[in-house]
């Protein structure tokens, strides 16, 4: 009789205990439903001030978080060729220590490896957040940013001349990184990356040579005295007569290596002085 009675308590006394552990974890979970609740207001809350206030706030593709920029990060809106892009504030940065071919000069036009070039730059930063780091100069002569470049880990300005898009290129007193691009591009040219290929420019210099020997007679009007000047790349900066040959041969005959460092002028160094 005490072991049916002792059985039936025990019964009863279990029926409790599972009732109790019911209760509590229904309160349990209403509670933890309710700090979550809590949890989503407050973060909205957080992205209205922040929109309100005018703070940069984007949305991932994949991911509906909202990520505010740094101070030294900032959101690409547009690549202009190989070593310049633009701001979501719109202003322009020239990559420090870097050259790329040229897609859209006024004089030159679109150079062997130029396009290469442009669309590596894109693949390498266009719409993506990427963090700035300047030098010593805050800006060039046209007024765009000099910065290194980079997106996560991927140092831009010296993929470009690793990887054969761009021609190191020591622009004082910018040259902080410069012993590595010296290295980048010396790497790239025994293994024959990028412009550096046997073929990667050939059918783009015959292009250049056909122009050239169009032009072998043009005569330079403007010149003092109505000098006549003939297309010869071969000849170097210290070799040409006057400054005005220098940007005849530049801009007629297409002999790019006078303008080493892209701004326009033939043998800066000699005819800027």
Request: charged share 35%.
């Amino acid at each position: 009789m005490k072991s049916k009675h002792k059985k039936i308590t025990a019964i009863v006394a279990l029926g409790i205990f599972l009732i109790i552990g019911s209760v509590l974890e229904l309160y349990t979970t209403k509670d933890e439903k309710i700090k979550e609740l809590e949890e989503k207001i407050a973060q909205l809350e957080i992205q209205v001030s922040t929109q309100e206030a005018g703070g940069v706030v984007l949305g991932d593709n994949t991911e509906d978080e909202e990520q505010t920029l740094e101070e030294d990060e900032f959101f690409i809106t547009e690549v202009v060729d190989g070593d310049t892009i633009k701001l979501q504030d719109g202003r322009s940065v020239r990559y420090i220590g870097v050259d790329t071919p040229e897609t859209k000069h006024p004089t030159k036009g679109v150079e062997c490896f130029g396009q290469e070039a442009t669309n590596k730059n894109k693949e390498l930063v266009e719409g993506k957040i990427v963090r700035l780091e300047k030098d010593v100069s805050e800006t060039d002569r046209y007024d765009r940013l000099l910065r290194y470049v980079y997106v996560d880990d991927v140092f831009v300005n010296d993929i470009l001349v690793k990887d054969g898009f761009a021609h190191a290129s020591t622009y004082p007193p910018d040259v902080k990184h410069q012993e590595q691009f010296d290295q980048s591009q010396k790497e790239a040219r025994e293994q024959k990356r990028g412009l550096w290929a046997d073929d990667a420019c050939l059918t783009f210099m015959e292009k250049v040579g056909e122009q050239a020997s169009e032009k072998e007679s043009i005569e330079l009007t403007e010149g003092e005295g109505g000098q006549q000047y003939k297309c010869d790349c071969e000849k170097t900066c210290t070799q040409i007569s006057s400054c005005q040959e220098a940007q005849f041969q530049l801009n007629e005959c297409g002999c790019t290596d006078r303008d080493g460092n892209g701004d326009g002028l033939a043998c800066g160094s000699q005819c800027t002085k």
